[in-house]
C-alpha cells in the first residue's frame, strides 16, 4: 500500500527564519510528486510537481526537492502570509489516483 | 483561463434531507475528481471520473453518496439522507490525464462547505 508521511505536522517559525517540511513515501513506480499549499477554508492551490530524483523547482521563497525515498519543501527567508498547510502527494504509474499525506500547519510569526 | 468552480460555496441542510453539489472543471480537462475533508483532516477521496465514466468510485463512503459527470464537464455529487457525520468540505479537481507526467497535476476548486444540522 502507499504510504505518505508529513513531519512535522506543525511548525511554527520566526519571520525569516528559515526551515525545510518532509514528505517521504514509499510506493513503487513513482510517477510524480505534487506540492500544494491550503490556506483555511479554501481549496488546495498546486505550487509544483516534481517527477525524478535530484529534480529541483523554485517559485519565490520556496524549493522543493526530491530523492528516490522523500521529497523536501525548503523554504527561504519565510513571510507571516507563508503561512498555510502544506500538502504532499502522490501518484504512481499504475492509478490516477494520488495519495495525500496528512499536511503540515506552518504559521510564521511577525 | 478560468479554474476549477464549486458551487454553492456553502450550504446548510437539515439531517435527512438530499443535497446536490456541483463542480465545473477546468475546460479541457478530461479527469475529476472528488474528495471529502472534514474539519482538521485531509484530503479523503470518493470518486475519479474519466470521462463521463467512473473507473474508481472506490472512496464513496456509503450507498447514500452517488455521482455522476456529463460529458468531459460538469459533475454533480448527490448526497442522500444527509447525516451529521456528513458535515465536510467537499473539494473537487480536475486534471488533464496524457502520456505526459506533466499532466497528471490535479487543480482544485474552492471547495463547498455542507453543514447537516
Known amino acids: 500500500e502507499d504510504q505518505v508521511t508529513q513531519s512535522p505536522e506543525a511548525l511554527r517559525l520566526q519571520e525569516g527564519e528559515s526551515s525545510s517540511l518532509n514528505c517521504s513515501y514509499t510506493?513503487?513506480?513513482?510517477?510524480?510528486l505534487f506540492w500544494y499549499r491550503q490556506d483555511p477554508g479554501k481549496g488546495p492551490e498546486f505550487l509544483f510537481t516534481?517527477?525524478?530524483a535530484g529534480e529541483e523547482k523554485e517559485k519565490e521563497r520556496l524549493k522543493a526537492t526530491l530523492t528516490k525515498k522523500e521529497s523536501f519543501l525548503h523554504i527561504t527567508a519565510p513571510k507571516p502570509e507563508d503561512s498555510a498547510t502544506y500538502l504532499c502527494a502522490v501518484q504512481t504509474g499504475g492509478s490516477y489516483i494520488p495519495t495525500f499525506g496528512r499536511g503540515t500547519s506552518l504559521i510564521v510569526h511577525p | 483561463g478560468a479554474g476549477v468552480s464549486q458551487s454553492p460555496s456553502n450550504k446548510v441542510t437539515e439531517k435527512g434531507k438530499d443535497v446536490e453539489l456541483r463542480c465545473d472543471p477546468i475546460?479541457?480537462?478530461?479527469?475529476l475528481y472528488w474528495y471529502r475533508q472534514r474539519l482538521g483532516q485531509g484530503l479523503e477521496f470518493l470518486i475519479y471520473?474519466?470521462?463521463?465514466?467512473?473507473?474508481?468510485k472506490s472512496g464513496l463512503p456509503s450507498d447514500r453518496f452517488s455521482a455522476e459527470r456529463t460529458g468531459e464537464s460538469v459533475s454533480t455529487l448527490t448526497i442522500q439522507r444527509t447525516q451529521q457525520e456528513d458535515s465536510a468540505v467537499y473539494l473537487c479537481?480536475?486534471?488533464?490525464?496524457?502520456?505526459?507526467?506533466?499532466?497528471?497535476?490535479?487543480?482544485f476548486g474552492p471547495g463547498t462547505r455542507l453543514t447537516v444540522l
Open positions: 471520473f474519466q470521462g463521463n465514466s467512473a473507473p474508481d
Open positions: 510506493v513503487s513506480g513513482l510517477r510524480g
Open positions: 479537481a480536475s486534471s488533464s490525464h496524457g502520456t505526459s507526467g506533466a499532466s497528471d497535476t490535479q487543480y
Open positions: 516534481l517527477y525524478s
Open positions: 475546460s479541457g480537462h478530461t479527469a
